[in-house]
């Protein structure tokens, strides 16, 4: 495939069909990341700026092997200690870091649309690893690569639950895009407080019990809940929220039958996720962190190896 | 000054002749009165159309000159028919004493002593905060035409119904930017579908509304004028019409860009469409445009609200609020006639007469000794918004890049030509 895109910004912008080329890759990349030696040099004299400018180890680590797997050099910048701190505009910034010539910069940043912003400004490639309530595309690409692992790629139909806090949740905006684009059915639970505006209007079926929304569920997708939500009044106590919303095995006996659990980390055990259902077989948890390394490899190669993308992965 | 006729200009609709003598009208006729000296001024068909009144702009002077000094402001409000304009009061320092009234007066009389003039809004309270009142009799004294928190609006229920009780001693109406600061916490755009998809802060219209019906009810108790500043979502209307068909004395305004563009053009996170109050959804732009016709909105004010090139070029949430308006709101109004939602006379009455009614300032409607303030509008002028076309250094506004049809060609004040574009 010829991959043409200068960016990733969300889910929405890839087709169906680029969806399942990135799984595709992401295949080659789980074999070599079970090999002995890992490193491959597809993208050797490239570099890559990690600008995290909100914390992250999963994500920020995820990427960084990713590059260096594929023999690119990495480096990291943080928003302590950077210049943002010191007042300067991200704007500036980003045409700061542009000028030293990385063929992409992949950010982290607590603002919606701020990577869109920055690719606006930038020529290299933007791959954005979160933007504030807005997108978390490689999460969203990495969640559907582990059960496209599982699912061995039949995603039509498949009920999928995702629960939690939607409304401030980058990762459940793009899950949704994700799994509504594959032809899953999609539902989504939490308490009112915590739903965006305007979710009727949205592909999904909305729920307030969590018991009644597991009945025949293929996957649960549950979100780490910000214990900032009760300081700001959207809950009136973290552990009433988990007596409401804390998956549990209980609510799974309705679920359809191999029904798949996952998380993108980092986890509140006892909040939003029993410490049992995190460790059972059915969990997928770090089946998902697995898949992050190689789905960010195969985003990496498919944006930085152009115009050379029609190049083989060598074998090791 | 002696005679002046403008001539081969529409009045109403009519072909005439517009005849000015010492700054004043003195009548509209078909034909040359036989034997006149006069000095004539040819107005190549356009229409007549009174001084345009601006009850609401921010002109950043003092403080703010990188985004807008008064001059650059009254260069715009000049080049787009307003002749006099009120500025509000969040300058640095605040405008809540004599001597920062004084010098934005003063200010004017140094660029432009023959107008467009800048009618200052007094802050209500101390340094815009909300605990205390300013000296509004000072404020008046030296040249303050009304009194606002515009921008911070006091949310203390019991200061409010003081300010407007003080002020009403002293004849003065109060402007209230109506927002429950509660509910509107941390918002940036209007709450809703996109919003929701968007991933940012909404601020519902219930935060607007509920302002709005505390306003009407303090008026009604107090028997007072309060005057509602930009006021952009339907159930606002719905109190607004409830309150006028009871004859509590509130009066309105909205802004060009709550009758033209709803919350869709956010998509994309444009910052330009960043304002507040917000863009609505289109069913409260339908409401809107139903509103001005009706009357239940009494004035168009733009809520000029200027800033620099590099103060939007943000993420979205970190942009500040505002459009620039100055320079564009009539041709964008024209828009509104030429689409049959309001009528050459509804925009006079919304653009000039009433303003003037509200705030006790001179209108001229074409009458005997009225003052000769007066702009010449080519209806078919057709032009590109850039950068450069604008006067305003704010170069913020959604049409930026647009072809607006309906040009001033030509503007007057007290009789004397302060812009030509013939």
Redesign the interface.
């Known amino acids: 495939m010829n991959w043409t895109h200068k960016d990733l910004l969300d889910i929405e912008s890839l087709s169906i069909d680029e969806i399942r080329h990135i799984f595709h890759t992401s295949s080659s990349f789980i074999e070599i990341n079970s090999r002995s030696i890992k490193k491959v040099p597809i993208l050797k004299g490239k570099s890559v700026i990690l600008f995290f400018a909100e914390p992250s180890t999963r994500t920020k680590t995820s990427f960084d092997m990713a590059a260096k797997r594929l023999s690119a050099d990495s480096f990291s910048l943080a928003s302590t200690g950077s210049s943002l701190q010191k007042g300067e505009s991200l704007k500036d910034t980003v045409l700061t870091l542009e000028a030293m010539k990385p063929d992409a910069i992949v950010m982290r940043h607590n603002l919606s649309g701020s990577a869109g912003f920055i690719a606006r400004h930038l020529k290299c490639s933007v791959l954005n690893a979160g933007d504030g309530w807005h997108a978390h595309p490689t999460q969203a690409l990495l969640d559907g690569f582990t059960l496209s692992r599982v699912w061995d790629n039949n995603f039509q139909g498949k009920k999928l639950l995702i629960l939690g806090d939607i409304a401030h949740s980058r990762v459940a905006r793009s899950d949704m895009e994700l799994f509504t684009k594959l032809g899953c059915h999609l539902r989504i639970c939490a308490p009112r407080t915590l739903l965006p505006p305007g979710t009727t209007n949205w592909p999904v079926d909305v729920y307030s019990d969590l018991q009644k929304a597991c009945q025949g569920v293929d996957a649960v997708i549950s979100l780490r809940l910000q214990l900032e939500r009760q300081e700001a009044g959207l809950l009136p106590h973290i552990r009433e929220y988990a007596s409401r919303f804390c998956l549990g095995q209980r609510h799974l006996k309705i679920a359809a039958p191999g029904v798949k659990i996952l998380h993108p980390g980092p986890m509140n055990r006892g909040i939003e996720i029993s410490s049992a259902l995190a460790d059972s077989g059915d969990s997928l948890i770090l089946d998902q962190v697995e898949s992050g390394v190689a789905v960010r490899m195969a985003l990496l190669y498919l944006y930085l190896a152009r115009p050379k993308h029609e190049q083989e992965i060598p074998e090791g | 000054m002696g005679l002046m006729i403008i001539t081969n200009v529409i009045l109403n609709q009519k072909p005439g002749m517009l005849l000015v003598e010492d700054g004043k009208i003195v009548s509209f006729v078909r034909e040359l009165p036989p034997g006149s000296r006069a000095r004539i001024f040819d107005g190549r068909g356009c229409h007549l159309l009174p001084g345009l009144i601006d009850a609401h702009v921010h002109l950043r002077e003092p403080g703010f000159e990188y985004k807008e000094t008064i001059k650059s402001g009254l260069e715009a409000a000049a080049a787009g028919g307003f002749g006099l304009v009120l500025a509000m009061a969040n300058t640095r320092p605040v405008n809540d004493n004599a001597s920062v009234t004084g010098f934005m007066l003063q200010k004017n009389m140094q660029s432009h002593p023959a107008g467009p003039y800048v009618h200052p809004v007094g802050a209500l309270t101390r340094n815009l905060e909300g605990l205390e009142l300013s000296p509004l009799a000072e404020l008046k004294d030296s040249g303050c035409k009304a009194f606002s928190n515009d921008g911070i609006p006091v949310m203390d229920s019991e200061l409010f119904r003081r300010a407007v009780e003080y002020a009403s001693d002293l004849d003065m109406l109060v402007i209230d930017h109506c927002e429950d600061t509660y509910l509107a916490r941390d918002g940036v755009m209007n ?10 802060k ?1 601020i519902p219209s219930a935060a607007e509304s509920l302002q709005v019906a505390r306003d009407i009810l303090l008026a009604a108790y107090l028997d007072t004028p309060i005057h509602l500043a930009h006021i952009s979502c339907l159930e606002s209307l719905e109190l607004i019409a409830w309150a006028k068909d009871k004859s509590i004395p509130v009066t309105a305004e909205t802004c060009p860009h709550y009758l033209l563009w709803n919350e869709e053009i956010v998509q ?2 444009n910052t330009m469409s960043k304002v507040n109050p917000p863009l609505r959804s289109k069913e409260d732009v339908l409401a809107m445009r139903e509103a001005v016709k009706s009357g239940v909105i009494d004035i168009i004010a733009t809520d000029h609200a200027p800033h620099a090139d ?1 103060e939007k ?6 942009a500040p609020n505002g459009i620039s308006g100055l320079d564009t709101a009539l041709a964008l109004c024209l828009g509104l006639v030429r689409e049959n939602i309001l009528g050459l006379d509804d925009l006079i009455r919304l653009m000039s007469v009433s303003p003037g009614r509200i705030f006790n300032l001179p209108v001229n409607l074409f009458r005997k000794g009225d003052p000769a303030d007066f702009i010449l509008v080519d209806m078919e002028h057709e032009w590109l918004v850039t950068p450069e076309e604008m006067f305003s250094r704010g170069k913020n506004t959604p049409c930026m890049g647009q072809k607006l049809k309906g040009r001033v060609m030509a503007h007057f004040i007290k009789g004397q030509e302060i812009l030509n574009r013939f």
Do not use: K, N
């Open positions: 709450e809703g579908r996109v919003s929701g998809y968007l991933g940012l909404g994309g996170y590099f070029e943000a993420p979205f949430a970190q």
